[in-house]
């Protein structure tokens, strides 16, 4: 069983920085794709930014240039550093890793809330 533990979710200010973490039970190279979703309650949960194998990264357009997604193999953890915040932000934030096209799992989430 994989456990994924996500940490550095919080309050800011719109226009602030956070940086979230996703700590893994097991080697991150054994996931074909990690990387983070987020949802808004009434809404269907979204994808921020991935890792998927061969090294591509996948980000929702709506992120580019303010989120980056990173990784530190040593450590089995995926960070995603938000900055410029925008209140439309506000979500709570889940890690995912899968194997192959079946296999999901994913952590129990953090809530980001950005005010205006």
């Known amino acids: 069983q994989v456990q994924l533990v996500e940490s550095g979710g919080g309050l800011v200010q719109a226009g602030g920085s956070l940086r979230l973490s996703c700590a893994a039970s097991?080697?991150?190279?054994?996931?074909?794709?990690m990387g983070w979703y987020r949802q808004v309650p009434g809404k269907q949960r979204e994808l921020v930014a991935a890792?998927?194998?061969?090294?591509?990264?996948n980000y929702r357009d709506s992120m580019k240039g303010r989120f980056t997604i990173s990784r530190d193999n040593a450590k089995n953890t995926v960070y995603l550093q938000m900055n410029s915040l925008k209140p439309e932000d506000t979500a709570v934030y889940y890690c995912?890793?899968?194997?192959?096209?079946?296999?999901?799992?994913w952590g129990q989430g953090t809530q980001v809330t950005v005010s205006s």
């Open positions: 995912k890793a899968e194997v192959g096209v079946v296999l999901a799992y």
């Open positions: 097991r080697s991150i190279f054994s996931f074909d794709a």
């Open positions: 890792f998927r194998s061969g090294g591509s990264i």
